[in-house]
């Protein structure tokens, strides 16, 4: 049985060798033209600047940290110095995900511009190429991290330690991740959308000019976010899901090492490597999903994702009973309750439904032509005010379904596996990270490629091709937003419970005025945190729109060029020659650089009070006289519901928004009027994007990592209470 634990770092490495040949694949293609090169060379380089100036700042928050961890590992009997080994190891794993998915993406993005000019399908093939190098890092790197540390003290250095310390020594890699991935999540997100937003209103709604033209100074910048905000922010944001649903369900497993029922091969640590195992041949599953992925005539990117997805899923469902029947004993009594290991296999069966299911519930508010975004479309013809307050109302009406799946899921895993079989319900929700993962980063690569067609004026075939795939990457991607949000759920839940018990926390008792304080502190942070992101983005977009606005006046050959725009409408095909010149004479005087500074410095100054608030706060709470470990289970209740109801709202207000903009840029027909880009229409979509932009992209996604790394946070503190 010894022989199948240290298998499983091979198989994180066959993850990472996969990557490598795709990548490989993926360089070998033909990037296009020499002004098609240029504009991917600018973007890959503005995308890598601002990786290297964050993680040159987020060094010096590993090394206190990592300090302050060994400090206090070194004086606790059921934790070790090498805690902040761990610590460091997981902030690696969580900045090299993001590292080789944002590479490889800024290579992506033109290859499949130039396979869209060839076709549908081909195109399709190098954007979800590129996304699964993403996804598949992602696990390999997860799988390949914790395996090793556990490996390393439960038969190394800490042959002689108890699993109990064994674990929780690893749980310093799950800290790390959550903390790089908050601060990855909050500063790319902040890029992204300062840029988006200084080029939608500035560009689109005052000139008038089509999505990522090159005469807009922010178009540049708005493709660098796509990686920074998209590619490397959602790598960490998901690499920290996973990890922290391992880690978690390895914690509860402590509980059956002394149960005679488990005194088999594993000696006991059955549900410690369960996840473990199950994670590993999560990456198999996605590789073999990932090969099937292919446009066959007939059909829409759209489905030839699902198959793969479904694949997939078929695969780990087959491959997890046979797991859990392998590593777990048939029955056991804990607490004068007994289970068995079908409970096991159908807690993990829940998981998988139930983010599937999420999945289906989000594409339904978020999609394109459903029936709540097409409510969106028309309510829009009315103007900005009733785009928002109908985009509201749909945002809200979003958080029923998911919310009452989760609170299903919880009910029935624990029904049949109790506690425990919540921890596995988060896993098997997050058991194919590889292939969802491959499928989310497809869409920013997509973006990516549109804008490059756009800058580089590719005939009009490769605009709509690529139009075709972005469509589909907004909905995958509020899909993937919707899975990280629920598995969070589960996985925050999960977290406590193993706080409460590190803590000796039997009962929480909800008279108790302590808890209650708590209570309404947690349920403030998220608004709060929410608040400080918003806000950040707003102060970054204001002077985004200011330098736009700026070049378009000050910069004579813009000036010209965008009168020339906007007297034919943006319709370029019956220019006279002498506007012909003075738009060739335009080309490349946008400064682009100052766009992208803008948004680095912005980003990287205002990233940091967000980040710290997870940190900090539970720390204060914990440790403050009169309130302690009562008041901070509290706060961690209160964080957890509120924080999963607005992560809902947010990422599917914002996902509708955006894709009601998608439908009249595509072209929509309203009571037999058609509405195109350019209508006042299209404009009150723009507004509405523009408002969800920082809700979908920064605050939304970052608060189910807000939760887990504050809970990560409790938990690690936990023995000192």
């Known amino acids: 049985m010894k022989l199948f634990i240290f298998l499983l770092p091979l198989i994180g490495i066959a993850g990472l060798g996969y990557t490598f040949w795709k990548t490989a694949w993926i360089n070998k293609l033909s990037d296009g033209t020499e002004k098609m090169r240029n504009i991917s060379i600018r973007i890959a380089q503005g995308a890598m600047a601002f990786l290297k100036a964050e993680y040159k700042i987020l060094i010096f928050f590993v090394v206190i940290v990592a300090a302050l961890l060994a400090f206090k590992g070194y004086f606790e009997k059921e934790s070790s110095a090498f805690v902040a080994f761990s610590f460091v190891a997981g902030a690696l794993c969580s900045g090299l995900a993001g590292f080789l998915g944002m ?28 996304g699964s190098v993403m996804g598949l890092g992602v696990v390999g790197l997860g799988v390949i991290g914790l395996s090793t540390l556990f490996l390393f003290y439960h038969y190394g250095i800490g042959a002689e330690w108890t699993i109990s310390k064994v674990i929780n020594t690893i749980t310093g890699f799950s800290l790390g991740a959550s903390s790089i991935a908050l601060f990855t999540r909050v ?61 978690g369900t390895m914690v509860l497993g402590i509980v059956f090492v002394g149960n005679p029922a488990f005194q088999n091969g594993f000696n006991g640590l059955n549900g410690v490597l369960l996840p473990l195992f199950l994670s590993a041949a999560g990456i198999i599953c996605s590789i073999i999903g990932a090969m099937f992925v292919r446009v066959k005539e007939g059909w829409g990117p759209h489905k030839a994702l699902n198959i793969g997805e479904f694949i997939a899923a078929a695969l780990m469902l087959a491959a997890s009973f046979f797991i859990i029947k392998w590593v777990m004993p048939e029955s056991w009594t804990i607490d004068g309750k007994t289970y068995s290991q079908y409970g096991v296999f159908w807690a993990t069966i829940v998981g998988l439904m139930a983010g599937l299911l999420i999945g289906k519930i989000t594409e339904h508010y978020t999609g394109t032509h459903t029936k709540p975004v097409s409510l969106i479309v028309r309510q829009s013809i009315a103007g900005s005010a009733t785009n928002i307050i109908s985009g509201i109302g749909v945002g809200m009406k979003s958080t029923c379904f998911p919310t009452l799946v989760i609170a299903g899921g919880i009910v029935f895993s624990y029904y049949l596996a109790g506690l425990y079989g919540i921890a596995l319900a988060a896993v098997g929700m997050l058991a194919n990270t590889g292939i969802q993962l491959a499928v989310d980063a497809y869409g920013p690569i997509s973006d990516n490629a549109g804008g490059i067609a756009e800058m580089s004026e590719r005939p009009k075939h490769v605009r709509e091709r690529t139009s075709k795939l972005d469509g589909v990457g907004n909905t995958t991607a509020a899909i993937g937003k919707g899975f990280a949000i629920g598995s969070a759920a589960l996985t925050s839940l999960v ?124 720390v204060v709470i914990g440790f403050t006289p009169g309130l302690g470990a009562e008041a901070l289970a509290g706060m961690l209740v209160g964080l957890t519901v509120t924080g999963v109801m607005l992560a809902i709202f947010q990422s599917n207000t914002g996902g509708a928004w955006d894709n009601a903009k998608k439908m009249i840029e595509e072209g929509v027909e309203v009571d037999g009027v058609v509405y195109k880009s350019g209508s006042e229409v299209h404009k009150s979509t723009v507004v509405g994007d523009t408002v969800g932009d920082p809700l979908k992209d920064t605050s939304g996604p970052s608060l189910n990592i807000l939760m887990k790394l504050t809970l990560i946070v409790a938990l690690i503190i936990a023995p000192s209470l």
């Open 187 to 247: 500063g790319g997100g902040i890029f992204t959308k300062a840029a988006d937003i200084g080029a939608d209103m500035v560009g689109k709604v005052e000139a008038g000019i089509p999505e990522d033209h090159p005469l807009n100074p922010a178009t540049i910048a708005d493709n660098v976010g796509d990686n920074v905000g998209d590619v490397a922010g959602m790598g960490a944001d998901l690499f920290e899901s996973y990890v922290g649903s391992i880690l």
């Open 103 to 130: 590479r490889v993406a800024t290579k992506a993005n033109v290859r499949t511009t130039h396979a869209a000019e060839s076709s549908l399908g081909k195109a399709l093939e190098v954007a979800f190429t590129g």
């Open 495 to 618: 977290l406590f419970v193993a706080f409460a018990q590190q803590a000796h926390l039997k009962t929480i008792n909800l008279t108790n005025t302590v808890v209650i304080a708590g209570l309404f502190i947690g349920g403030m942070m998220p608004f709060l945190f929410s608040s400080l992101a918003i806000a950040a983005v707003g102060k970054a977009a204001m002077s985004m729109i200011n330098e736009v606005r700026r070049q378009f006046v000050s910069i004579p050959e813009l000036k010209a060029a965008l009168e020339v725009m906007k007297k034919h409408e943006s319709n370029l095909d019956n220019v006279s020659p002498e506007e012909k010149a003075i738009l060739e004479k335009a080309d490349g005087k946008a400064e682009y650089e100052k766009c992208v500074s803008i948004s680095t410095t912005s980003s990287l100054k205002e990233m940091v009070l967000p980040g710290l608030l997870a940190i900090l706060v539970p």
